[in-house]
């Protein structure tokens, strides 16, 4: 599956490094290239350096011919922004995006193609998972 990943701070570096392990193919778009070093070392895939709101950074990650496309800056004004380029501009099939403000999930209502990810929603949940554990 070609995968391209817009944001390589901890979490999407993390995220890259598993996919390309697992053979997929991945590109990383960064707007900072000094957080390209938190790739780890046996990263396989590619990296863009430039701001993913601009359309031609993403047209050079090739975004139109992607299968997925995992939105995880830390920044849900961008995230919203680049999910909505890949939707709508570059007609890509599966959007994943990170969301910190949970208040803000109803702004994706309007769309099939993209899957909003909350990080306190999986917090929550792999605390209800643990506690579930611990009393069965």
Partial sequence: MFI??????????MLAG??????????????VAENFK???VDFSGFQVEGDA???DILKNARVDQAD????????????????KLAEHVFK???IIVRLTDH????IYND??????????????KGMLDSIGRIEG
């Fill in 4 to 13: 391209v990943i817009i944001g390589n701070g901890r979490a999407g570096s």
């Fill in 18 to 31: 598993e996919l390309s392990r697992s053979g997929h193919e991945v590109v990383v778009v960064e707007k």
């Fill in 103 to 106: 208040k803000k999930l109803h």
């Fill in 92 to 94: 890509v099939p599966k």
């Fill in 38 to 40: 938190r790739l780890p």
């Fill in 111 to 124: 769309s099939k193609q993209i899957e909003v990810v909350s990080q306190y929603d999986l917090l929550v």
């Fill in 53 to 55: 709101l601009e359309q």
């Fill in 68 to 83: 997925t496309v995992i939105v995880i800056t830390g920044n849900d004004k961008v995230n919203y922004m680049v999910a």
